[in-house]
């Protein structure tokens, strides 16, 4: 069994007499001061696994706050909750509270895992051929960048379900963060200043976006410069004031159907009091001997992970070597034959039967590794889905905490594109999803992804639209292992795939894990997408055994967390992201 090599970099160990230095500094107790320990079924967690806290986000203000509430005895699920607030707020160009996403949960010393659900759903009046132009084409204007592109906001349901079932921290405590830092603002990052400025043309198309993300004579804001966020702060005070009723009664969901009413959204007040998120089981797979949780249905992620985990069980990836062209070839193989199921198979499973069971299971993935030349590349025109069925017996951003009980959290949240619609909700403050692009708006036609969908995934009324983000906890004999995820699209099932490969076959380090140049094939286009750092040689060889090959910009951006044996925590900050940051105690 692999054991954990003794790296430094990032080892974060808990010293006693620096959590008393903190201890006196912050002079801040929560108002839950014995915090819930453990978070499933009540039970009571002595810390023996994680000795200490970690947080790795995308944006180290959101690192921050999350880090202060571990410190001060709050659990993984009262930081998740607080660093996502704080995202939304800090890094607007994904963290939301107008999207949705999934949260996987697990507590430190049983094998559950549990997964909030609180990706948005089909408006009432939302209907199968919505996005059709009059010459029966996807109208991709209208499906990407208008309010008809938005479905209905899960993410503020979603993180208060979080925090009252599994948290001990009270709402005004999760959300004090994200209200300072949009009442009084933030230095912004060149990161933030650059988003802006890509995303201008289209922000400026609307008066509620120029108005927040613009000066008043029409300039972006540069690095180093104080940005607020007045109508967020009131939001969010409506929020902590209130629950969820600040945000889908009253005041807020006033305002988003006001936005909507003008720009000929679909989204109602009933659409908006009738949202609910769902608590489901994760997916669960196993990679010699790790026992893998993740995200399914409405989610793909976890599903296609299993099964490509599965096929590629069979073969010794270990001594292929890490990014060797053997290697990627096989991986290459393996993703292309999920990716093809995923079109035909995968949408929400409360409106369509998504075979989870055949997909995942070992029996299926072993007729699929059959047809895997281990010389030659099979063409992607020539593999229709398979038949998981006789198996059966039934700019997003992503965040990892773990906490000194030993619990897990591993979040991923989106508005789907960066900044998603574009459209600010004029007086509330927040950016629109437009996630609504993740249906299949006609069967066999690419999303923004190149993702084609089929039947499984068409528009309905309160319908999911299918998803590709992968939260993901990996347990080792029971104890969590590896937190991990990723956004990307497309690409997130594959990155989140291979940080843990790159951990698990390839004994790279945390960080290097998440470091490593990442390789992508989803079926169609029939290409492997590689970023820069695999070498020519290896180009060359895959190009001989029949791949195309094709050079990308950075693909995801992984923040994740390895547990090791003794307890120590290694954070791994994805460095694709400027703003990335992993912090502990
Ligand atoms: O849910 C999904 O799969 C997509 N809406 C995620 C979009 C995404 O990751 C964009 N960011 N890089």
Redesign the pocket.
């Known amino acids: 069994m692999y054991k954990i090599p003794t790296f430094q970099f990032l080892a974060l160990r808990l010293s006693a007499i620096r959590l008393a230095i903190l201890a006196a500094l912050l002079c801040a107790p929560l108002t839950a001061a014995a915090a819930r320990e453990a978070i499933l079924e009540g039970e009571r967690a002595v810390p023996t696994e994680a000795q200490n806290g970690i947080v790795v986000t995308s944006h180290y203000l959101a690192t921050d706050e999350a880090l202060k509430v571990l410190e001060q005895g709050g659990n993984a699920i009262d930081a998740a909750v607080t660093a996502a607030f704080a995202l939304a707020v800090t890094q607007p160009r994904?963290g939301n509270i107008g999207g949705g996403g999934f949260m996987l949960i697990s507590s430190g010393r049983k094998d559950e895992v549990v997964a909030i659900d609180y990706r948005e759903k089909a408006p009432a009046l939302a209907s199968r051929d919505m996005f059709l132009g009059t010459d029966g084409n996807v109208d991709e204007e209208l499906s990407r960048f208008s309010h008809k592109s938005a479905g209905v906001p899960g993410t503020v349901a979603g993180l208060l379900l979080a925090l009252e079932r599994y948290g001990s921290i009270s709402l005004a405590r999760a959300l004090e963060p994200a209200i300072r830092l949009a009442q009084d603002g933030f230095i912004v990052p060149a990161r933030f200043s650059d988003g802006i400025r890509r995303a201008a043309d289209r922000l400026q198309r609307h008066a509620s976006s120029r108005k927040i993300f613009f000066k008043p004579d029409g300039s972006g804001y540069q690095p180093g410069e104080l940005f607020v966020q007045k109508e967020l702060a009131a939001t969010l005070q409506r929020i902590a004031q209130l629950g969820r009723d600040g945000f889908y009664q009253g005041r807020t969901a006033e305002l988003i159907v006001e936005e909507m009413q003008r720009g000929g959204g679909l989204i109602s007040l009933e659409d908006l009091s009738n949202y609910q998120p769902t608590v489901r089981q994760p997916v669960h797979g196993s990679y010699r001997g790790y026992d893998i949780y993740s995200m399914g249905p409405p989610?793909s992620g976890g599903t296609h992970i299993v099964q490509i985990l599965n096929i590629l069980e069979g073969f010794p990836i270990g001594r292929s070597g890490h990014n060797s062209a053997q290697t990627i070839h096989l991986m290459a193989e393996a993703m292309k034959r999920a990716y093809a199921d995923r079109a035909e198979y995968l949408g929400d499973a409360d409106f369509v039967r998504v075979p989870i069971n055949g997909l995942t299971s070992k029996r299926y993935a072993e007729t699929l590794r059959v047809g895997i030349d281990r010389e030659r590349a099979t063409p992607a025109a020539g593999l229709p889905p398979g038949d998981p069925v006789p198996y059966e017996s039934g700019?997003?951003t992503h965040f990892s905490v773990v906490d000194r009980f030993g619990n897990a959290v591993s979040n991923t949240y989106?508005i789907?594109?960066?900044y998603g619609s574009h459209i600010v909700v004029d007086g509330a403050g927040f950016l629109l999803n437009n996630?609504m692009d993740?249906f299949s708006a006609k069967p066999g036609v690419a999303n923004a992804?190149g993702l084609i969908g089929g039947e499984a995934n068409r528009i309905e009324p309160h319908k999911r639209m299918l998803?590709?983000?992968s939260p993901t906890i990996v347990k080792l004999d029971g104890r969590n292992f590896l937190v991990t995820g990723s956004?990307?699209?497309s690409r997130?099932i594959t990155t989140t795939l291979q940080v843990l490969m790159n951990v698990i076959d390839h004994h790279l380090n945390i960080q290097s894990a998440v470091n490593a140049p990442r390789v992508h094939h989803q079926w169609q286009p029939d290409e492997i997408r590689i970023e820069e750092g695999i070498s020519p040689d290896t180009v060359r060889l895959l190009q001989q055994m029949g791949h195309s090959v094709s050079r990308k910009p950075a693909m995801g951006a992984s923040q994740s967390i390895l547990v090791g044996s003794d307890g120590t925590l290694y954070g791994g900050a994805d460095p694709r992201n400027s703003t990335s940051s992993a912090q502990g105690f």
Do not use: Q
Request: hydrophobic residues 15%; charged residues 15%; negative net charge.
């Open positions: 994904s989610s700019e997003t989106t789907n594109f960066s996630e993740d992804y998803s590709s983000m956004p990307g699209g997130i």
